[in-house]
């Protein structure tokens, strides 16, 4: 299984632009994330799914668009780029489990995609 | 969800077993806690998870005590690898859905 994986590795955008951060998936998971790194700081959730055709918010979704068309696809849209999201992207899918009778959640990340806005 | 708390960085020599505590105080009855490694430049990576008690496997243990307000994660003999943020997390399972929210970790540097 490749796991998680994400493209573009790195991206530069001028202000205003769009576009699509890919990720795919291949450990058929319910469950899909987007989040966001920047310097010094934890992970931000963005959007996320619980199936296909399902989709949600973060903590931090304003400036992006998700869909889930198919289990293994979870892209991630800037509409119009803005400085502000210059950072690192991960995307994640999630497996769940029992763990001592309960039912628990363990995520799978992708390498993350580099993203400049200028 | 319960925040968490935990040192922002720790320095350990080579060989030694590095233990790191994690408080979250309010933590709910059906909340479990799991640990994250992220290495420079790459995705974080799951380590160990845990709801009570002790977990081992094959890479860490996890210390939960029965008031489940702390947890610890601990690394036996680190290794100069082993140099990276790890990251407590006290997540829940939603109806239909999982939040994690990540803290800013633990930089866990090893010395030779």
């Known amino acids: 299984n490749a796991g998680v994986t994400q493209t573009p590795k790195f991206q530069v955008l001028k202000t205003g632009q769009s576009m699509t951060l890919q990720c795919a998936q291949d450990?058929?998971?319910?469950?899909m994330s987007w989040y966001r790194q920047d310097p010094g700081m934890g992970l931000r959730l963005i959007h996320y799914?619980?199936?296909?055709?399902?989709?949600d918010q973060g903590e931090v979704p304003n400036g992006y668009n998700v869909s889930r068309s198919t289990t293994e696809d979870f892209p991630l849209r800037l509409l119009s780029a803005a400085p502000s999201q210059t950072s690192v992207y991960f995307c994640?899918?999630?497996?769940?489990?029992?763990?001592?009778?309960?039912?628990?959640?363990?995520?799978?990340f992708g390498p993350g995609t580099r993203l400049t806005v200028l | 969800l319960a925040k968490t708390t935990q040192p922002i960085s720790m320095d350990s020599y080579e060989g030694q077993e590095v233990n790191i505590t994690c408080s979250h105080n309010?933590?709910?009855?059906?909340?479990?806690i799991t640990w994250y490694q992220q290495f420079p430049s790459q995705g974080p990576r799951f380590i160990i998870q845990?709801?009570?008690t002790k977990v081992t496997n094959e890479v860490a243990s996890l210390f939960i005590p029965a008031d489940r307000k702390s947890s610890t994660l601990s690394l036996p003999r680190v290794s100069l690898s082993d140099t990276a943020v790890y990251y407590c997390?006290?997540?829940?399972?939603?109806?239909?859905?999982?939040?994690?929210?990540f803290g800013t970790g633990t930089r866990l540097t090893v010395i030779p």
């Open positions: 994640a899918s999630s497996s769940r489990r029992r763990t001592s009778g309960k039912d628990t959640d363990t995520q799978y």
């Open positions: 450990m058929n998971h319910e469950y």
């Open positions: 799914s619980v199936g296909a055709g399902i989709t």
């Open positions: 309010n933590i709910a009855t059906n909340d479990y």
């Open positions: 845990g709801y009570k």
């Open positions: 997390l006290v997540a829940r399972l939603q109806t239909g859905a999982n939040n994690l929210f």
